[in-house]
């Protein structure tokens, strides 16, 4: 896949209901949820790389819905329904 940029990206599966985005995206945009009064890198509300794609609680993975964003060691991880 390509984002608005033209950058490739992929999702690649890390456990049976848990993915992560590869691929050159450079910057980050992170987010919690309403009423938050701080960023919980274990409980994100959603993700954005420069040019996308942005991803949040019910964005669709190989025909999975996210229910849970995290971030950790450099790394996205969405926990699939």
Do not use: C
Not at 54 to 66: A, T
């Amino acid at each position: 896949m390509r984002n608005r940029y033209g950058t490739e990206y992929w999702f690649g599966k890390v456990g049976d209901k848990t993915y992560t985005i590869k691929g050159e995206l450079e910057y980050w945009r992170f987010g919690g949820f309403e009423g938050q009064d701080h960023l919980d890198a274990d409980n994100l509300g959603f993700v954005d790389p420069s040019g996308g794609p942005f991803i949040s609680i019910g964005y669709e993975i190989e025909g999975h819905k996210v229910k849970q964003i995290s971030a950790k060691d450099g790394q996205i991880f969405f926990e699939v329904e």
